[in-house]
């Protein structure tokens, strides 16, 4: 399974974006996909992720309401859509891929990456 990343950019705080992230492989329907983030300095966080049915699921608090998780199986794609950003949220965002059953925000149980897309926020 490969990972690609795209849609970053720079915005301006309260702007939008929507990050996608496109996946090869046969079996693109039987994984959970995740975003995670990483801002300058600190440690990678989870974002959200979404079920490999698309029925369920999840986001980290600080983005409640303002990230939506979506998925297209017949496209292959997941994307990000991100809403009222603020500069916290300026990061290299990731997609990744689990075999998990559960929607889980350990990065350690995501055995596929994607190399990273850059979103930056000004203020």
């Known amino acids: 399974v490969q990972l690609q990343a795209s849609g970053g950019g720079l915005v301006q705080a309260g702007g939008s974006l929507r990050l996608s992230c496109a996946v090869s492989?046969?079996?693109?329907?039987?994984?959970?996909i995740g975003w995670f983030r990483q801002a300058p300095g600190k440690d990678r966080e989870f974002v959200a992720a979404?079920?490999?049915?698309?029925?369920?699921?999840r986001y980290t608090d600080s983005v409640k309401g303002r990230f939506t998780i979506s998925r297209d199986n017949a496209e292959n794609t997941v994307y990000l859509q991100v809403n009222s950003l603020k500069p916290e949220d300026t990061a290299v965002y990731y997609c990744?891929?689990?075999?998990?059953?559960?929607?889980?925000?350990?990065?350690?149980?995501?055995?596929?990456w994607g190399q990273g897309t850059l979103v930056t926020v000004s203020s």
């Open positions: 979404i079920s490999w049915g698309g029925g369920s699921t």
């Open positions: 492989g046969p079996t693109f329907s039987r994984y959970a």
């Open positions: 990744a891929a689990t075999t998990s059953w559960a929607l889980t925000d350990n990065s350690g149980a995501y055995g596929y």
